[in-house]
């Protein structure tokens, strides 16, 4: 069982829909983030939020919003997404500040844009 | 530009044997290097870290070397099983971020 939970595990959606991703870290973490894991491509750091603050962005769409309520919670608002945005989502925590910034990873949500 | 290698073609190897995944990079000067292990489906497991200091990590059956003049880590799993069968990313760290490899897939043959 991991520390960070992510739901849903599957989601199907029409381009012009609007859902959301939703993360949860058991950690006591300071730092989550969301990567993006296509095929044959290595993982994609999205976004990063530090004591709930967003502290990177890397000039991800808008169509993709990210939200953190708090230093648990991280959420992935998703708008007139692309088929090309199909893929896996990883929401990830770490403690940072330590001497080697360990990242624990979520269970993923497999994204489908039709 | 910055390159994290690993080679994309699966390593298909006996069971009993030691698999042993490279990970090279460049343009890059990590403070450390870590190892994650993912299956089909799941996110990555941590499962090892080493600094730019050391140059040879253990954890049970595996062993993580890390050549900063060659810019290269190796990665072993001695006495492989089935269940090792996975997916390994090396990812390099440095001021709280990490930059993950495409990942080497290893296929352990009973």
């Known amino acids: 069982e991991t520390g960070v939970t992510q739901t849903p595990r599957h989601l199907v959606m029409g381009m012009t829909n609007k859902k959301s991703l939703k993360c949860e870290q058991h950690?006591?973490?300071?730092?989550m983030y969301w990567y993006k894991q296509s095929a044959k491509k290595p993982l994609e750091l999205m976004f990063v939020?530090?004591?709930?603050?967003?502290?990177e962005n890397n000039s991800v769409p808008s169509r993709f919003s990210p939200e953190c309520p708090n230093s648990s919670h991280l959420f992935l608002h998703l708008h007139t997404l692309q088929p090309e945005d199909s893929a896996l989502y990883l929401c990830?925590?770490?403690?940072?500040?330590?001497?080697?910034?360990?990242?624990?990873f979520g269970e993923g949500s497999w994204l489908t844009v039709v | 530009s910055q390159k994290i290698e690993q080679n994309s073609e699966a390593l298909n190897i006996q069971e009993g044997k030691t698999a042993t995944l490279t990970c090279n990079y460049t343009?890059?000067?990590?403070?450390?290097l870590q190892w994650y292990r993912q299956d089909p489906g799941r996110g990555p497991v941590f499962l090892l870290l080493?600094?730019?200091?050391?140059k040879e990590k253990r954890k049970e059956r595996l062993k993580v070397t890390f050549d900063t003049t060659l810019k290269q880590s190796l990665f072993h799993i001695t006495a492989s099983q089935p269940a090792d069968s996975a997916t390994y990313l090396c990812?390099?760290?440095?001021?709280?971020?990490?930059?993950f490899g495409k990942g080497n897939q290893v296929v352990v043959i009973p």
């Open positions: 990830a925590s770490s403690q940072e500040g330590g001497s080697g910034n360990t990242i624990y």
């Open positions: 950690l006591g973490h300071n730092a």
């Open positions: 939020y530090n004591f709930k603050e967003q502290t």
């Open positions: 343009n890059y000067s990590p403070a450390y």
């Open positions: 080493i600094r730019e200091n050391e």
């Open positions: 990812a390099l760290g440095g001021n709280n971020r990490l930059a």
